[in-house]
């Protein structure tokens, strides 16, 4: 079976690196489905998950963000913080999300900060589906 | 001449000193080493965006994104990036100095530029002297992660975007090896200086090209500011070990200067007791 090289690269160094039959991540035009030999091709990505499947087994990498590279037979995810599902810690997951929401009810008349508590309740609940597997 | 007792507090003083300053500089010297190891495993990332946004600059020839066009300047921001403490010699004085010779080369007065300080010793001086300091990032800690600094960052980046300063400067040092650091003013924003893309690798931009640098470039300028203070802190703990290796050096010379006082003086005093006994004795006889 043919296969590509997945990299996810995050500014606190690498987070996965493994060969992989298909990708499948959540662009902001979509969901993108890569298989092995796609054209080269650059899209941001959506705060999501990242599925990379393999011979029998499928891994999910939350990503927040950034943008996936697509060159020859490889496939580079870089994202300011992605995390494989294995080492969410899910108490502080469930933790931002609590104190997103509290954010989010208390009324704020700064637009600035109620995007940024958006996007915090966004990753959280990411985290929290990535690790309890709703996806 | 100073007391025997005088001197052998001095010594002693000097000496607790010393084992401080020692110790300083161990803990310094590991810090670094990490410092240093935290900034190599950045370095793919880096390379990565860089790489990635040279391609798409490239690639969309009429690249007209704000954040890649040079606009008259009438006002400017300056990222200034040193530590919270002080004990690393000239550290922090090198790296305000830099900034202050950039804005006096360009002309700016007080009025011109505003201030985005990394560092307590930066955002003191500069609140102290009447500049304007937009925001500043204090007690960071030693081996920072991206999260740390995005708020900053974002809000200069942000700041940049909506026009209220034309140019951004990024100000700190970097860091060579253990004993040397040079001392840096990079332009951030506009991005005007993108190394041309290594591979001939012609892309698809899913949706648009134009869309992606709107996600892309803030994450670039952003990740510039988060290497830098990798960078910044690696020198800052060597600039640390450094000074407190001197520090050290400069107490045992003054140890040894101080116990060659000491003798002599205790040498004295012996001398005069014998002479006094001597004295004593030939006037019984």
Not at chain 2, 127 to 136: I, P
């Amino acid at each position: 079976m043919k296969t590509t090289v997945v990299n996810i690269v995050t500014p606190d160094g690498p987070v996965y690196d493994s060969e992989v039959s298909m990708v499948s991540v959540r662009t902001t035009g979509g969901e993108m489905g890569i298989l092995p030999g796609h054209i080269p091709t650059v899209a941001p990505l959506e705060v999501g998950v990242v599925r990379l499947k393999k011979d029998k087994t499928t891994d999910f990498v939350a990503v927040s963000g950034g943008f996936v590279e697509i060159r020859g037979d490889k496939v580079s995810i870089l994202s300011p913080s992605a995390e494989p599902a294995d080492s969410i810690d899910l108490a502080r997951a469930k933790e931002a999300l609590q104190r997103a929401e509290k954010r989010l009810a208390a009324k704020q008349d700064k637009n600035t900060d109620f995007k940024r508590a958006e996007a915090a309740l966004k990753r959280a609940m990411n985290r929290i589906n990535v690790k309890e597997g709703n996806i | 001449m100073a007391t025997l007792r005088e001197v052998k507090q001095r010594i002693n003083s000097t000496k607790s000193t010393s084992k401080i300053t020692s110790a300083m500089h161990l803990v310094s010297s590991s810090k670094m080493s990490r410092a240093e190891r935290n900034a190599k495993k950045y370095v793919p990332y880096m390379a990565k965006i860089q790489e990635v946004v040279a391609a798409i600059a490239q690639g969309t020839s009429n690249a007209s994104h704000p954040m890649l066009v040079e606009r008259p300047v009438k006002k400017s921001a300056y990222l200034i990036i040193a530590s919270d403490r002080g004990l690393a010699g000239a550290y922090n004085t090198n790296v305000i100095r830099t900034a202050l010779n950039g804005m006096e080369k360009r002309g700016q007065k007080k009025e011109d530029v505003v201030i985005f300080a990394i560092g307590r010793t930066v955002a003191d001086f500069f609140k102290k002297t009447g500049y304007t300091v937009v925001d500043a990032e204090i007690g960071l800690p030693d081996q920072p992660a991206f999260a740390d600094i995005k708020a900053i960052a974002r809000k200069a980046v942000g700041m940049f975007t909506d026009g209220t300063y034309d140019e951004i400067y990024m100000c700190y040092s970097h860091f060579v090896s253990a004993i040397s650091s040079e001392l840096v003013e990079k332009k951030l924003l506009p991005i005007t200086d993108i190394a041309p893309a290594t591979s001939t690798a012609s892309y698809e931009f899913e949706p648009s090209g134009d869309e992606i640098l709107e996600v892309l470039l803030p994450q670039y300028a952003e990740s510039l500011v988060y290497g830098a203070l990798l960078d910044a802190k690696a020198s800052e703990h060597a600039a640390r070990m450094t000074a407190m290796k001197n520090a050290t050096d400069n107490a045992k010379e003054l140890i040894d200067d101080l116990t060659v006082l000491y003798n002599r003086a205790r040498q004295a005093a012996i001398t005069q007791e014998i002479t006094e006994i001597v004295g004593g004795a030939a006037a019984l006889e």
